[in-house]
């Protein structure tokens, strides 16, 4: 019998090479106040690795033209990589066809597009728009912008107290008046991870459209849009280590094609006269004006990045982060976790007895940790346990174990300096 040679067998598949990654990210390898960077906000915005920074220095200094309309050699290297980068964005989130895709500034646009463009149109006197109490400020506000011109109501969807969505008393709000489901998918305050697949199928049953937020899920979850069977998704361009000021709009084909356009200008157009303008065909309707073209380049860099990394991964990776941190913290009576939703994700959100939000914010900060405090734009979701503010830790696929100690360490310090 003829022998074969094995593949070495790894001790364990799921662990990521963490010196390898840290090395890809460059703005992690810093001192801040004379101490090493401990970053734990990258559900604010992440730090960007060295495939997006090179992606962009290149799209600038060797492809750099308008998209679409150029007849000239770099033009169309600017379309290519501007359209391949939308390819890109299809494969991440599991869609068909590119064409499902619109580039948008994130997921802040993403919602208002849905609203403006697909809901308003819909929308009669009476109608509800059902979200839940986590939802960030940015799934609330452009539906209750609708909602208030029309007569209409945002209504959310009550949590218990480990931050958890009350399935069943969603599935009550589900009646006749509602018009429209938008839910986050990772709840960027608490970390809950919803059941979107259970959401979107009640959803459906009752022929409701579902739009689901996943600025926060796109960094750390595989997402599949078809599987899901949502109508809407979106997802944030620099909080899943690519650039600020772009993310994806997916939009299942039916309804793109059956909405008229958000904004006019250049690019979205079939033809113009002063008789009246007829569409592009989607997305390209839904992309009015010069877009952000290196910034979808980048974008397309960082997904492929995450991507080769493995979702899986680094999932695995962060959930371990999350074990551990849990467990250190858990060691200090003063900290009292806030969203403890079973299978949550790597956000800590935590508030200390007798020490503001604020100050642990900025004695954390003296010690190179890097938090944040506040509300999180995430204000119901913060008065549903009687606070205006907590800190909050997020994890990404480059934290470590030793920063969680530098994390544990630093609050550690605060509550010796305020003496609790
Ligand atoms: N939804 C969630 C859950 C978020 O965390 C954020 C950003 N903090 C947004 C929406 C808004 O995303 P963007 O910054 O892309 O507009």
């Not at 997402?223 to 109508?231: E, P, R, S, T």
């Not at 250190?328 to 935590?350: D, E, H, N, W, Y």
Request: net charge negative; charged share 20%; glycine share 10%.
């Amino acid at each position: 019998m003829e022998s074969v040679t094995l593949p070495p067998i790894h001790e364990d598949r799921s662990a990521l090479d963490l010196a390898a990654i840290r090395a890809d990210f460059p703005g992690l390898n810093q001192l801040v106040h004379g101490k090493p960077l401990v970053f734990l906000d990258s559900a604010a915005s992440a730090q960007k690795p060295r495939a997006v920074i090179d992606a962009l220095s290149d799209a600038y200094t060797k492809n750099y033209a308008n998209v679409h309309r150029g007849v000239h050699t770099l033009s169309q290297n600017a379309t290519t990589a501007y359209e391949n980068a939308r390819a890109v964005g299809a494969r991440f989130l599991g869609a068909s066809s590119a064409d499902e895709m619109v580039f948008v500034r994130g997921a802040t646009e993403a919602i208002n597009l849905v609203a403006q463009s697909f809901l308003a149109p819909r929308l009669t006197a009476g109608d509800e728009v059902l979200v839940t109490r986590m939802e960030h400020h940015s799934n609330i506000v452009p539906w209750q912008m609708v909602c208030e011109a029309l007569g209409a109501r945002v209504v959310p969807a009550p949590i218990d107290d480990h931050g958890a969505l009350d399935l069943d008393a969603f599935e009550q709000r589900l009646g006749p008046r509602t018009k429209m489901v938008s839910v986050v998918h990772v709840s960027n305050a608490l970390g809950t991870v919803n059941p979107v697949a259970e959401i979107v199928r009640m959803a459906r049953e009752r022929g409701i459209p579902t739009m689901i937020d996943g600025a926060q899920a796109a960094p750390h979850t595989a997402i599949d849009v078809q599987a899901l069977g949502c109508d809407f998704y979106t997802i944030s361009g620099h909080k899943v280590f690519g650039p600020t000021g772009i993310g994806l709009l997916y939009g299942r084909r039916e309804r793109l094609a059956d909405m008229a356009p958000y904004q006019g200008g250049g690019e979205m157009i079939q033809s113009v006269s002063f008789e009246g303008s007829s569409w592009a065909p989607p997305p390209s309707r839904f992309e009015a004006g010069t877009p952000h073209i290196v910034g979808a380049i980048g974008l397309g860099a960082a997904l492929e990045y995450v991507s080769a990394i493995g979702l899986d991964r680094i999932a695995a990776h962060e959930h371990d982060l999350l074990h551990y941190a849990e467990e250190r913290l858990s060691t200090l009576p003063q900290v009292r976790l806030i969203g403890t939703a079973p299978g949550k994700a790597a956000v800590v959100s935590f508030v200390v007895e007798g020490i503001h939000a604020h100050d642990i914010g900025t004695i954390l900060d003296a010690e190179g940790v890097a938090v944040r405090a506040g509300h999180h734009c995430a204000q119901p979701a913060i008065e549903h346990f009687g606070l205006a503010a907590t800190a909050r830790a997020s994890f990404a696929l480059y934290n470590t174990r030793s920063e969680v100690d530098g994390l544990v360490d630093a609050i550690g310090g605060a509550l010796e300096i305020f003496g609790v």
